[in-house]
Nanobody, 115 residues
Framework: QVQLVESGGGLVQPGGSLRLSCAAS????????MGWYRQLPGKGRELVAR???????NYADSVKGRFTISRDNANNMVYLQMNSLKPEDTAVYYC?????????WGQGTQVTVSS
């Protein structure tokens, strides 16, 4: 069974930066995409950023220019560099994997942006 383990969440002041990491294990087929979603308090889960097997990416409009997704193919890892963080970025961030066209989710990591 594929497993995803996230790290890097925490408390940061507005304007600060955080880097999230996600490691995928027990990968047996092609990874179609890896990405990050977030769930704000009282709201549904939304796409933050995604990177596809060919390297293309897409981002939510609210994070363009501030967040950068990257991937280490050799180690099946995905990263989310978050800069210029705002209080409205406060959420639980989930790693997402599309593997052999099946979806997998990490356990979530809390990001809190507050002074």
């Amino acid at each position: 069974q594929v497993q995803l383990v996230e790290s890097g969440g925490g408390l940061v002041q507005p304007g600060g930066s955080l880097r999230l990491s996600c490691a995928a294990s027990r990968i047996t087929f092609r990874i179609n995409s890896m990405g990050w979603y977030r769930q704000l308090p009282g709201k549904g889960r939304e796409l933050v950023a995604r990177i596809f097997s060919a390297g293309s990416t897409n981002y939510a409009d609210s994070v363009k220019g501030r967040f950068t997704i990257s991937r280490d193919n050799a180690n099946n890892m995905v990263y989310l560099q978050m800069n210029s963080l705002k209080p409205e970025d406060t959420a639980v961030y989930y790693c997402h994997l599309l593997h052999n066209w099946q979806e997998y989710w990490g356990q979530g990591t809390q990001v809190t942006v507050s002074s």
